[in-house]
């Protein structure tokens, strides 16, 4: 008997060959995001953001941004540029289609509060709880891990992201006004957000 | 890999539970050298390292229905990447060191067993007195070293420690190092290219010799380079070492003799070099197994493949992937098997559905720390043209920092998870 039930399920396991999860062109082309970025855009690390759930119009953005150096990355660059050459609208897809799980990187709740506290000014721009605006190109902040969202800050800071963007200017004066400890509050914060 | 997506994939593939119970039942009689009762498709993967781990991993979640057994004789995984910082003690080996059970979640059976012969024809492995019969077989034995190349190093193995294989030779080097007298001299020696990991050798030099500066500030490191300069991140680790006067490096100093009673080493050139505690890291060649049989060229060290598929050009239904594969613009690191795993799994699964495999092409991304808390980056994609995998762009880092250190432990924790979580 239990090798009857073993051959039907065999079977209807034959019957889903090849329609595993990597089956898009996407998911395909996306295997050499995943060493830093993690299956399916789940990036584990904290210094990596999530890119599961990105909007296909802002991953687009970010990759020409990293591929023509506007924002300098040693790590991006080359690989924006091979996303380009494969054929950049596959990816966006693929990660625009799959839903964002918020990071596992633990925060200091304490230092969240503080951040929620201090988050005044970047609701202007990120929305209430930094769920970002599409139509402007203002990223989702929501659960991206802590380590990516101060280094943005800092790189802000220091014009190091886009430099001389005038669109970009309100956010690195606020960047400027903002200590260290600060922005580790802020990213506390918004990585926290659920 | 994440929870979530873990259960995200075991709920796409709930089907193959079942298919996994059946396999199960047969799986003992094939090893009996019996032929497979199921018409199953069957893959074998041939070490569980950076590239076969991974690609054990994703032929699953590519095609949950193929069965998959990776063949892995150490019961444990020991990252290669970051095993230098355990010389110096900025990190502890169990933080490199990982179990293989995050791969039965994804249905990877694996077997901690040595595969010890191929047979192309017959399309099995042996595995002892039993076989192992498969319909693709993925061979990912990294390297082995050419101990015969340098005179008395068979006999001394004890004692002369290479630890270009992280685990008890990583931690016995260490050991070696703290117990070497202050005022003693550390000879590191650098096999001729090709090896695995072109900057390991300078990234090692660099955490020996802020151990050394650190805590025995009257010893010194001796360099013994094969090659004619640094092979690899040269101006970054040139400029790093200025922070080390500890360090006398010597190119072309290929060392061919290694007297362990006389605590002696011999270059090419005959300038014998003593030394309190030496690191010989020998010339090497691709995995025995792929040596025994076959899979290398004329040079009967490395293995040429498909670029596309990573597919053997010397035996059919053979995929050779991660370090002990050559012909490829790529250097043998962690990040490109990890790569090769995934663009032959997909290729592999694509051929078994009777499809076209795509053209994927790698990338490697490889950190070199150079003292306690800063590191130094190279970065590598490609693309395919003709057929082949072709460089788009090499970028370096502008200099060593806390900043891609930090980069470095986000990539670890990443594709240690890829690879093996």
Not at chain 1, 121 to 150: E, F, S, T, W
Not at chain 1, 181 to 186: F, V
Not at chain 2, 219 to 224: D, E, H
């Amino acid at each position: 008997m239990q090798v009857v039930i073993g051959i039907a399920l065999v079977l209807a396991a034959a019957s889903v060959a090849g329609a595993g999860p990597l089956d898009t062109p996407g998911a395909m082309k996306a295997l050499n995001c995943s060493a830093c970025h993690g299956f399916a855009g789940q990036s584990a690390g904290d210094t990596m953001p999530i890119l599961a759930g990105l909007w296909p119009e802002y991953f687009k953005k970010a990759i020409a941004d990293y591929a023509s150096g506007k924002r300098p990355s040693t790590e991006m660059e080359p690989y924006a540029k091979q996303v380009i050459q494969f054929g950049v609208d596959d990816y966006a897809a693929y990660f625009g289609g799959l839903k964002r799980e918020p990071t596992k990187i633990a925060v200091d709740a304490t230092a969240a509060g503080r951040g929620r506290a201090a988050a005044q000014p970047c609701v202007i721009c990120h929305g209430p709880d930094g769920r970002g605006d599409r139509a402007k190109l203002i990223p989702d902040l929501a659960g991206q891990p802590p380590g990516y969202l101060k280094n943005q800050m800092m790189l802000f800071r220091e014009d190091k992201r886009s430099p001389g963007d005038p669109s970009l200017k309100a956010i690195k004066e606020l960047m400027k006004s903002l200590s260290d400890d600060t922005m580790s509050d802020l990213a506390a914060y918004y990585s926290s957000v659920r | 890999m994440a929870r979530m997506t873990r259960r995200q994939f075991l709920t796409t593939s709930t089907v193959s539970a079942g298919a996994l119970a059946v396999a199960g039942l047969s799986g003992c009689a094939l090893f009996r050298g019996e032929t497979d009762a199921t018409n199953r498709r069957r893959v074998v993967v041939i070490g569980g390292g950076w590239g076969g781990a991974t690609a054990a991993k994703y032929v699953r979640l590519a095609d949950p229905s193929i069965e998959v057994v990776l063949l892995e004789p150490n019961s444990k995984f020991v990252s290669c990447p970051f095993s230098n910082l355990v010389l110096s003690g900025a990190r502890a080996i169990g933080a490199l060191t990982f179990g293989y059970g995050g791969l039965g979640d994804y249905g990877v059976k694996v077997r901690h067993e040595m595969a010890t012969a191929i047979e192309p024809d017959a399309k099995r492995v042996r595995i002892g007195d039993g076989t192992l019969a498969y319909d693709r077989l993925i061979v990912a034995p990294g390297v082995d070293f050419q101990v015969e190349q340098v005179e008395g190093l068979a006999a001394a193995q004890d004692t002369v420690l290479h630890a270009w294989k992280a685990g008890p030779q990583t931690v016995a080097l260490a050991r070696q190092l703290r117990a070497m007298p202050d005022g003693g001299v550390f000879v590191l020696t650098v096999p001729p290219v090709a090896y695995r990991c072109p900057p390991g050798p300078y990234e090692r030099v660099c955490q020996v010799a802020w151990y050394l500066k650190t805590h025995k500030s009257r010893a010194k490191l001796i360099v013994l380079d094969a090659n004619q300069n640094i092979v690899s991140k040269t101006a970054l680790f040139r400029a790093a070492w200025q922070a080390y006067p500890n360090i006398e490096y010597r190119a072309s100093n290929k060392v061919v003799k290694v007297d362990a009673a006389a605590r002696e080493v011999t270059t090419d050139f005959g300038d014998k070099v003593k030394y309190d505690v030496v690191n010989l890291i020998p010339p090497q060649r691709a995995g025995t197994i792929a040596v025994q049989a076959d899979l290398v060229g004329a040079d009967k060290r490395w293995c040429e493949v498909n670029h596309l598929t990573f597919e053997s050009v010397k035996a059919p239904n053979v995929h050779v992937i991660g370090d002990s594969t050559i012909g490829l613009p790529v250097p043998k690191s962690g990040n490109v098997a990890n790569a090769m795993g995934k663009v032959a799994a997909v290729a592999i699964v694509h051929r078994l559905n009777g499809k076209q495999p795509p053209e994927l092409a790698p990338g490697n991304t490889c950190y070199s720390w150079v003292n306690d808390r800063e590191a130094i980056a190279v970065v590598n994609t490609y693309k395919i043209e003709n057929g082949k995998v072709v460089q788009i762009e090499q970028k370096l880092t502008p200099g060593q920092s806390a900043a891609v250190a930090q980069n470095s432990l986000g990539w670890a924790r990443s594709i240690w998870n890829d690879v093996v979580g």
